[in-house]
């Protein structure tokens, strides 16, 4: 092939790569403005794996409710479930999404399977260096989630229902000042 059609090639591709990017930056933003705010409980699990370095280990009660504990998920495929919310916005395990479009105090959310276990999102929440002291009281996982049913890890929650960590408004102040 000539050099100038190896640098259309690269040209396209590398446009196609920042397009995809970029849509996936502006679908993410979408939810975090968008999104309704769902709380979970999170569950217990192992006290030597819930703090290692600096991200804290997450399983969440809704998920032992639908699928139980220890052994390896009954679903083997992606897929979604249908949470009860409360009037604080916690949500519970309900149902697995059958189709029925969900009740006013309902919501979709999307679960993903891997390695034998349930995912909201993610299973680890990350912070900085040295904070972990600050989220030890977590009891909550907050969660954006969308209509599809998307979901993406916004925070954690005390048993109060108090925001854990440095507050959004901390990070633009600290941009400001660089």
Same mark, same amino acid.
């Given at each position: 092939?000539p050099?100038?059609?190896?640098?259309?090639?690269?040209?396209?591709a590398?446009?196609?790569?920042?397009?995809?990017?970029?849509?996936?930056?502006?679908?993410r933003?979408?939810?975090?403005?968008?999104?309704?705010?769902?709380?979970?409980?999170?569950?217990?699990?192992?006290?030597?794996?819930?703090?290692q #370095?600096?991200?804290?280990?997450?399983?969440?009660?809704?998920?032992?409710?639908?699928?139980?504990?220890?052994?390896?998920?009954?679903?083997?495929? /992606?897929?979604?479930?249908?949470?009860?919310? /409360?009037?604080?916005g916690?949500?519970?395990? $309900?149902?697995?999404?059958? #189709?029925?479009?969900?009740?006013p105090?309902?919501?979709?959310?999307?679960?993903r399977?891997?390695? #034998?276990? @349930?995912?909201?999102?993610?299973?680890?929440?990350?912070?900085?260096? #040295?904070d972990?002291?600050r989220?030890?009281?977590?009891?909550?996982?907050?969660?954006?989630?969308?209509?599809?049913?998307?979901a993406?890890?916004?925070g954690?929650?005390?048993?109060n229902?108090d925001?854990?960590?440095?507050s @959004?408004?901390?990070f633009?102040? $600290?941009?400001?000042?660089d």
């Amino acid at each position: 092939m000539p050099k100038s059609i190896d640098r259309w090639i690269a040209l396209v591709a590398g446009l196609a790569v920042l397009a995809t990017a970029n849509y996936t930056i502006q679908k993410r933003e979408q939810l975090l403005s968008d999104g309704r705010v769902v709380l979970l409980a999170l569950a217990p699990v192992d006290p030597r794996s819930l703090m290692q #370095g600096d991200y804290m280990a997450l399983r969440f009660a809704a998920a032992d409710a639908a699928f139980g504990t220890g052994a390896p998920a009954r679903a083997v495929h /992606d897929g979604h479930l249908v949470l009860k919310l /409360d009037d604080r916005g916690i949500g519970s395990f $309900n149902r697995f999404d059958d #189709g029925t479009p969900p009740a006013p105090d309902e919501l979709r959310m999307r679960y993903r399977i891997r390695d #034998g276990k @349930p995912r909201f999102a993610t299973n680890a929440f990350f912070f900085q260096e #040295g904070d972990a002291a600050r989220y030890e009281s977590a009891r909550f996982g907050e969660f954006r989630v969308d209509a599809s049913g998307e979901a993406i890890l916004t925070g954690l929650r005390a048993e109060n229902l108090d925001a854990l960590g440095p507050s @959004p408004d901390s990070f633009k102040g $600290n941009a400001a000042a660089d």
